[in-house]
């Protein structure tokens, strides 16, 4: 069993409970980790042999273009895509972070987390 990260990908999306979220937009970083059987990738050195980080990196891309009001309803929709997309995914762990959110106070990032288990 191996495990493939795909940690601080930066998109700028329009997620968010206020409608000024959803008009101007933000930062997002999105962490992934996924783990699958590698043993044949391992001997044959053969991208067809795992999961190309190009392939899952355009998963989370397409899911985080979709405007949301809830981390949670993103991180959902990657979930679900990646499930759907890669069987040979075993698990999944997502973190979602909006950077410099508008809760009335100086805060860095506030985070979702979730994760799947087959």
């Not at 329009?14 to 999105?30: D, N, S």
Request: glycine residues 6%.
């Amino acid at each position: 069993m191996g495990k493939i990260f795909l940690e601080g990908m930066e998109f700028f999306a329009y997620h968010g409970c206020y409608k000024e979220e959803q008009v101007i937009g933000t930062r997002f970083i999105v962490d992934l980790h996924v783990s699958l059987d590698t043993t044949i990738a391992e001997e044959s050195d053969h991208l067809k042999d795992t999961l190309s980080y190009v392939l899952l990196y355009q998963a989370v891309k397409n899911e985080m273009e979709q405007k949301s009001h809830l981390l949670e309803h993103v991180a959902k929709r990657i979930m679900d895509s990646l499930k759907a997309g890669f069987p040979q995914i075993r698990t999944i762990e997502l973190k979602i972070s909006k950077v410099n959110p508008p809760i009335g106070g100086k805060v860095g990032h506030v985070c979702y987390t979730t994760s799947w288990n087959m």
